[in-house]
Structure formats: structure tokens, C-alpha cells
């Protein structure tokens, strides 16, 4: 890390050691994380590769973290890029990375997804939390913030898929990724909140063969059949 690296990360309020920089799918796409925080993986990846972004785009991200989908899809010419992050260190890292990389007008906003009152986006995506919460409030009130990241203290799948349509204009995209074991529930939200799903991928363990992922795209008001991508093969 250079020296002018370290002194934007302290005048932004963030620890030097406790951040890495790192690539995005395309080596000159830089992001900053926080080891100790979530970092993109896989999942992230996966669901950047399948969003469609075209130019003037309007685009917001529900639970952005560090922003790295939003910095990757810049790339694509939208008019505005905005990352929805209820948690303010991971927020923080967001607003940097998109003001050091980003060219088109963006915002991060800090606070929940209902309470943010901005709609008529061109896409929505979203790589929530998976795992639904334990009955086992010592285990939900000690939460670290990678944790967070997996558990669904702070937006379940069903809310997600609410509040995406909430955002979205008719015939906005809308795309997200969840567990495999949780596709009926997907369908069932989706037809639930006026969503057509337009495009369905799923992501296998080479290793193993067990599907680890689903990606969708679906359409707000749409009159669409799905198309069934090529599934992905990871490791």
C-alpha cells in the first residue's frame, strides 16, 4: 500500500491494517476491503457478470458493502449509481471506492432499504444474506459485521424482493443471488411483488456437482418466460 494510499484511508476515517486493495474481476478495477468484513467472492462475481447495464442507466444496489459491483458496472456508461448499506463502516468504504473510481453521478446512502424513499431505477440487484436467523437471540445480538453480511438480521428475502420492486420503474431489472434451497420461496416472492423472472443461472462446485447458487433476472410487470442460462462451473 503506498504512502498516498494510507493517508486517504486516514483522512476518510479508516485503519490503514485493516485494509487491502484488491481486483474486481478486471485487474484495473480497484476495490478497497476490510479483511475482517465481508468481501466479495464468487457470489459477488457471478451476479455482477449477469447484470445488463445500458448507457443512462439508473442503478441501485440494496446492501452494498464496499461497492465493488457498483464500481464494476460503472463501465457500462449509467447516468447514476447507488449503493443502499445499513451498516456505516462498510458504507464508509463504499463512498470511497466509488468517489475514487467511478465517473458517472453516485451516492451511497446509509440506513435500511425501507427507508430510503429514491425509485424509478433502471435495475436493481442485491447479494443478500442467505441464512435465515436461529432462534438463538445470544447468537443474533452478537452478530460481528461479516456475520451480518450472511445472516438475515437486517433484510430477508422476502422483504429484499418487496423493496426491489418498490424501487424499480415498470419493466426495470431486477437481479440477485441466493441459495439453491431457496429457489420456491424465490418464485413464490417474486410472482408476490408483480415480477416476471427473465433470465435463471446456476452456479455448480466442479468438485462435487451440488449447485451452489442461483442467479435471476426478473422483469417489474414484465410478460416474459424465463431463459435458462448456461450454468457456471466454479473450482
Same mark, same amino acid.
Given at each position: 500500500?503506498?504512502?498516498? %494510499?494510507?493517508?486517504?484511508? =486516514?483522512?476518510? #476515517?479508516?485503519?490503514?491494517?485493516?485494509? *487491502?486493495?484488491?481486483?474486481?474481476?478486471?485487474?484495473?478495477?480497484?476495490?478497497?476491503?476490510?479483511k475482517k468484513h465481508f468481501c466479495f467472492n464468487s457470489d459477488s462475481t457471478d451476479l455482477a457478470k449477469l447484470c445488463r447495464?445500458?448507457?443512462?442507466?439508473?442503478?441501485?444496489?440494496?446492501?452494498? @458493502?464496499? #461497492?465493488?459491483?457498483?464500481?464494476?458496472?460503472?463501465?457500462?456508461?449509467?447516468?447514476?449509481?447507488? #449503493?443502499?448499506?445499513?451498516?456505516?463502516?462498510?458504507?464508509? %468504504?463504499?463512498?470511497?471506492?466509488?468517489?475514487? !473510481?467511478?465517473?458517472?453521478?453516485?451516492?451511497?446512502?446509509?440506513?435500511?432499504?425501507?427507508?430510503?424513499?429514491?425509485?424509478?431505477?433502471?435495475?436493481?440487484?442485491?447479494?443478500?444474506?442467505?441464512?435465515?436467523?436461529?432462534?438463538?437471540? @445470544?447468537?443474533?445480538?452478537?452478530?460481528?459485521? $461479516?456475520?451480518?453480511? *450472511?445472516?438475515?438480521?437486517?433484510?430477508?428475502?422476502?422483504?429484499?424482493? /418487496?423493496?426491489?420492486?418498490?424501487?424499480? *420503474? !415498470?419493466? #426495470?431489472? +431486477?437481479?440477485?443471488?441466493?441459495?439453491?434451497? $431457496?429457489?420456491?420461496?424465490? +418464485?413464490?416472492?417474486? @410472482?408476490?411483488?408483480? +415480477?416476471?423472472? !427473465?433470465?435463471?443461472? =446456476? /452456479?455448480?462446485? *466442479?468438485?462435487?456437482?451440488?449447485?451452489? /447458487?442461483? %442467479?435471476?433476472?426478473?422483469?417489474?410487470?414484465?410478460?416474459? $418466460?424465463p431463459q435458462i442460462l448456461e450454468p457456471i462451473f466454479r473450482g
Amino acid at each position: 500500500m503506498t504512502n498516498e %494510499l494510507e493517508t486517504l484511508l =486516514i483522512e476518510n #476515517g479508516l485503519d490503514p491494517d485493516k485494509i *487491502r486493495e484488491d481486483y474486481f474481476i478486471d485487474p484495473e478495477c480497484r476495490i478497497l476491503q476490510n479483511k475482517k468484513h465481508f468481501c466479495f467472492n464468487s457470489d459477488s462475481t457471478d451476479l455482477a457478470k449477469l447484470c445488463r447495464v445500458y448507457p443512462h442507466d439508473q442503478v441501485c444496489e440494496i446492501g452494498t @458493502n464496499n #461497492g465493488a459491483l457498483l464500481v464494476y458496472l460503472d463501465r457500462f456508461k449509467p447516468d447514476y449509481l447507488c #449503493g443502499i448499506e445499513i451498516l456505516e463502516e462498510p458504507a464508509k %468504504l463504499a463512498r470511497l471506492n466509488l468517489d475514487r !473510481s467511478v465517473s458517472c453521478e453516485h451516492e451511497i446512502f446509509v440506513g435500511s432499504v425501507e427507508s430510503f424513499r429514491q425509485t424509478q431505477f433502471d435495475l436493481v440487484l442485491c447479494n443478500p444474506p442467505y441464512f435465515e436467523l436461529p432462534e438463538d437471540q @445470544n447468537f443474533v445480538s452478537t452478530l460481528s459485521l $461479516r456475520q451480518q453480511a *450472511r445472516f438475515e438480521k437486517n433484510l430477508d428475502l422476502k422483504t429484499m424482493i /418487496a423493496q426491489a420492486s418498490r424501487l424499480l *420503474r !415498470s419493466n #426495470g431489472r +431486477f437481479c440477485f443471488v441466493h441459495r439453491p434451497d $431457496r429457489i420456491a420461496e424465490a +418464485f413464490v416472492e417474486l @410472482n408476490a411483488a408483480n +415480477f416476471a423472472v !427473465s433470465r435463471l443461472q =446456476i /452456479a455448480y462446485d *466442479r468438485r462435487d456437482g451440488q449447485a451452489k /447458487a442461483i %442467479l435471476m433476472e426478473a422483469i417489474k410487470e414484465g410478460n416474459c $418466460r424465463p431463459q435458462i442460462l448456461e450454468p457456471i462451473f466454479r473450482g
